[in-house]
Nanobody, 122 residues
Framework: QVHLVESGGGLVQPGGSLRLSCAASGSIFSINDMGWYRQAPGKQRELVAIFTRTGSTNYADSVKGRFTISRDNSKNTVYLRMNGLKPEDTAVYYC????????????????WGKGTLVTVSS
């Protein structure tokens, strides 16, 4: 199992920016996809953005053009740059990592971070 440490959440005014980070450590052989999801109060968790092992990215329609996902494989870290934040972006943002563990069996696993709160309000 891996340990995911998220950071960068906080309170920001509408139109503002934040950068989230998620660093993975632990029993990792290789990482496949790294992504960000969010869950607003009373709503289901939804995909925000994903960065695959092959370098492709995918975004929710609601964040296209405003959010940018990036990845540093040397640090096992994924970032989410959020610009033009709106009140409807308020949610707990979770990092999710898909990987093969470092055991002899190379088991495929998926783990979630504990989440970081983003609040967009004036």
């Amino acid at each position: 199992q891996v340990h995911l440490v998220e950071s960068g959440g906080g309170l920001v005014q509408p139109g503002g920016s934040l950068r989230l980070s998620c660093a993975a450590s632990g029993s990792i052989f290789s990482i496949n996809d790294m992504g960000w999801y969010r869950q607003a109060p009373g709503k289901q968790r939804e995909l925000v953005a994903i960065f695959t092992r092959t370098g492709s990215t995918n975004y929710a329609d609601s964040v296209k053009g405003r959010f940018t996902i990036s990845r540093d494989n040397s640090k096992n870290t994924v970032y989410l740059r959020m610009n033009g934040l709106k009140p409807e972006d308020t949610a707990v943002y979770y990092c999710k990592v898909s990987y093969y563990d470092a055991s002899p069996f190379r088991v495929h696993r998926e783990d979630w971070g504990k989440g970081t709160l983003v609040t967009v309000s004036s």
